[in-house]
């Protein structure tokens, strides 16, 4: 198929090799100084993946509707306009699977989350916080993944109603606290703590590949689709 990279950073670059790899052409390598030329550049494309910035991921967006390319996002910290991206999506007919992550292991830690924020529910002496590790580059923090991670704690414990960025967890929010450090692909930890012991969860990247394998998967998977889809859809959790 025909790949669209919006976006031509590291994470681009490791997309490419990962789309290449699986037998797809890239028709355009798009960076900050052609985002005018979207509409333009990708036409004819399958479909097209999305790594940039959060301040330019709902025009990179529209333009993908616009020029009637499914797209894939993987940019974060934009979702307080998903609202709105959803109904132009079915306005244009258009197609897009967004995610806080695109690594097939991550997905499947959010299960684990998901199942073991059912399990503590009902434990009041024990009390989740978070911590998450990225690279000096990541602009967001935290990051969407972790901001992930505590809305499935708090679908999933009443007992907590928001997060806030911070070491100390308080009675009804859960704290993140978020370093950024060198070259570090991601890593996240969920940790529930008593007097008595604690209980932990870890998932850590151990480079770009499996993000990049993932959006490049999630490109395959919407090619031929139309609405709004994520991960938990191509993955049938």
């Excluded at 052609?34 to 494309?45: F, P, R, S, T, V």
């Excluded at 916080?129 to 505590?150: N, R, V, Y």
């Excluded at 932990?200 to 490049?216: D, T």
Aim: include cysteine; proline fraction near 2%.
């Amino acid at each position: 198929m025909k790949i669209a990279l919006i976006g031509y950073g590291k994470m681009g670059k490791a997309i490419e090799a990962i789309a290449v790899e699986r037998g797809h052409e890239i028709v355009a390598k798009i960076t900050s100084k052609e985002k005018e030329q979207i509409e333009d550049l990708i036409e004819g494309a399958d479909a097209a993946i999305e790594f940039t910035r959060p301040e330019f991921a709902v025009e990179n967006i529209q333009h993908c509707f616009n020029a009637k390319v499914p797209v894939v996002v993987g940019t974060t910290g934009w979702n307080e306009h998903l609202d709105a991206i959803a109904q132009s999506c079915n306005e244009h007919d258009g197609s897009i699977l967004h995610a806080s992550n695109f690594s097939i292991g991550v997905n499947l830690f959010f299960e684990v989350n998901k199942k073991l924020a059912q399990l503590m529910s009902t434990q009041k002496e024990y009390h989740p916080e978070m911590q998450e590790w990225h690279h000096i580059h990541k602009l967001d923090a935290p990051s969407g993944t972790a901001i992930t991670l505590a809305n499935q704690i708090m679908a999933n414990n009443e007992a907590y109603n928001e997060w806030h960025l911070g070491k100390d967890t308080t009675d009804k929010s859960i704290a993140i606290e978020a370093f950024r450090e060198n070259e570090i692909p991601g890593t996240h930890i969920i940790k529930y703590q008593s007097d008595i012991d604690s209980i932990e969860i870890k998932h850590e990247a151990h480079n770009r590949k499996g993000f990049a394998l993932g959006s490049v998967i999630a490109a395959e998977w919407i090619a031929d689709k139309k609405g709004v889809f994520t991960m938990s859809d191509l993955l049938n959790l």
